[in-house]
């Protein structure tokens, strides 16, 4: 081979190594996931999981005492704002107690906590996450739901209706103490 013939191999071969250094991007094949978000300085979340994805303890306001509306009974709940379809997500372990439809809470979820002592509340609900059935088992963080404005929720104002029970040996899902869930899913430092 002459002196020639092989500088116009290498000036090739740089050429390549130039091209792919500078016009080539390697994608993985599956995005990064973002990193979570910072906790911010003045709250840290509670003992259980705040039940819409993306919504940071700050977000949050203690409404549990709050009259509704009629004025005729407290809240014993707190609402959380979200955008519609936003993921809801099980605040601990447990199993799906009751689906059910109500003219108040629309589409609604029911969760017992793993030892049967609570029920977690989820109301007006847009949709159930697929294959979602009473009686299956649930992880905190598994997406059960999507946020929404069924019942008698404001169509404009798309939220989560979160609330917390006590409950008693045998007592059924409907039943139980309502507690405020806010202190649960958000402690002041």
């Known amino acids: 081979m002459s002196a020639r013939g092989c500088g116009g191999g290498i000036l ?7 091209f792919l250094h500078f016009c080539v991007r390697i994608v993985p094949d599956e995005a990064p ?24 303890p700050t977000a949050l306001t203690d409404t549990f005492t709050q009259a ?6 407290p809240h014993d709940a707190i609402d959380i704002m979200a955008a519609r379809g936003r993921a809801v997500l099980a605040v ?5 107690e009751k689906i059910f439809w109500s003219d108040a809470g ?27 059935k009473e009686g299956q088992a649930i992880r905190r963080g598994q997406r059960i739901a ?28 409907y039943g139980g103490r309502p507690i405020n869930p806010y202190p649960l899913l958000v402690r002041p430092r």
């Open 12 to 18: 090739a071969i740089l050429l390549c190594a130039l």
């Open 33 to 56: 996931r973002p990193s979570p978000p910072q906790r911010p300085a003045s709250a840290e979340t509670g003992p259980l999981l705040i039940p819409v994805e993306g919504v940071p």
């Open 68 to 73: 509704r509306a009629s004025g005729a009974r």
């Open 92 to 96: 601990s372990d447990g199993w799906i």
């Open 106 to 132: 629309g589409r609604t979820l029911y969760q017992r906590s793993p030892d049967g002592r609570r029920v977690y509340y989820y109301a007006h609900l847009d949709s159930y996450a697929p294959g979602l």
């Open 146 to 173: 999507n946020v929404g404005s069924t019942g008698n929720a404001d169509p404009s104002a798309p939220h989560l209706h979160f609330a917390v029970h006590e409950m008693q040996p045998g007592e059924p899902w």
